[in-house]
């Protein structure tokens, strides 16, 4: 008796298992992942791939990425984008401008692709509290500084409608980079580093966020929400576009517009 029990308890995990694995199984769609950050002063350019599956045994659509028939729509007229590889594509025939809308339009796995946004104003009334910042060097032969840090560099602007700006900061000396501090046991950081995207009219960069000694490129991005929301999803990161996106139908993945100016910052040793 005690041996039908167990084969009974047995059986019915099985197929409890069984069933949770069909549950958690998801069927895979052939859909196009979209990446477009459309700027003024430059030409759309739209980025078409395919997303990967988990599974190697899915059926993708016949859909050539390299070839398909992509149109944009602005200013009352369409035109078609010219494929470059790769799953580039442009519209070389009209620079990007500010406050203009944007509708993508194309078929793939038989469904009809959208995608739509607009570019927003540049940043108004920017202001910087310094443009010069003195760091201490901490390296093998110095100790750890312990005085009182350098005031933050507070940048400012015009933001009226609560709009989401981001700050992006990249260091643009040529050659080997002098670094703050000693990465000796470690990988050295990257030269550039972004913010955290705010709907505030100000934000702040520490002393201790720069990496490198030189002259750095301040960008001030004017960004939609989508934009937001794709790096609170990715950890400050864009390379995972396989999110939903509201502004695109039948697909994932990012199109967006933005706008910028731009500002400089030295630092230097005290």
């Given at each position: 008796m005690r041996l039908k029990i167990q084969s009974f308890i047995i059986i019915v995990l099985f197929f409890v298992t069984l069933m949770s694995c069909k549950k958690e199984t998801v069927e895979f769609t052939d859909s196009p992942v979209i990446e477009a950050y459309i700027e003024p002063?430059?030409?759309?350019?739209?980025?078409?791939?395919?997303?990967i599956p988990f599974s190697s045994s899915v059926q993708y659509s016949a859909d050539d990425i390299n070839n398909l028939q992509i149109t944009v729509a602005?200013?009352?007229?369409?035109?078609?984008?010219?494929?470059?590889?790769?799953g580039q594509y442009i519209d070389s025939l009209s620079a990007i401008a500010a406050g203009t809308h944007y509708d993508l339009s194309f078929t793939f796995n038989k469904k009809q692709v959208a995608a739509y946004t607009y570019i927003p104003t540049k940043p108004l009334s920017v202001t910087q509290t310094t443009t010069t910042i003195a760091i201490t060097k901490q390296d093998s032969t110095t100790p750890k500084f312990t005085g009182t840090p350098p005031d933050p560099i507070t940048f400012t602007w015009a933001n009226p409608d609560a709009s989401y700006y981001l700050i992006y900061v990249e260091n643009i000396e040529t050659?080997?980079?002098?670094?703050?501090?000693?990465?000796?046991?470690?990988?050295?950081?990257?030269?550039?580093?972004?913010k955290q995207p705010v709907t505030l009219n100000t934000q702040d960069i520490r002393s201790n966020e720069f990496q490198y000694y030189g002259?750095?490129?301040i960008i001030l991005y004017h960004v939609l929400p989508d934009y937001a929301t794709l790096y609170d999803q990715t950890n400050t990161s864009s390379q995972n576009l396989t999110?939903?996106?509201?502004?695109?139908?039948?697909?994932y993945g990012i199109f967006t517009g933005l706008n910028a100016d731009t500002l400089y910052v030295l630092v230097k040793q005290p």
């Open positions: 002063g430059n030409y759309l350019r739209v980025n078409i791939t395919r997303q602005y200013n009352n007229l369409t035109h078609v984008l010219t494929p470059l590889g790769n050659g080997t980079l002098i670094p703050i501090r000693s990465f000796k046991n470690f990988t050295p950081p990257a030269n550039r580093f972004r002259r750095h490129r999110n939903p996106s509201t502004s695109i139908t039948n697909g």
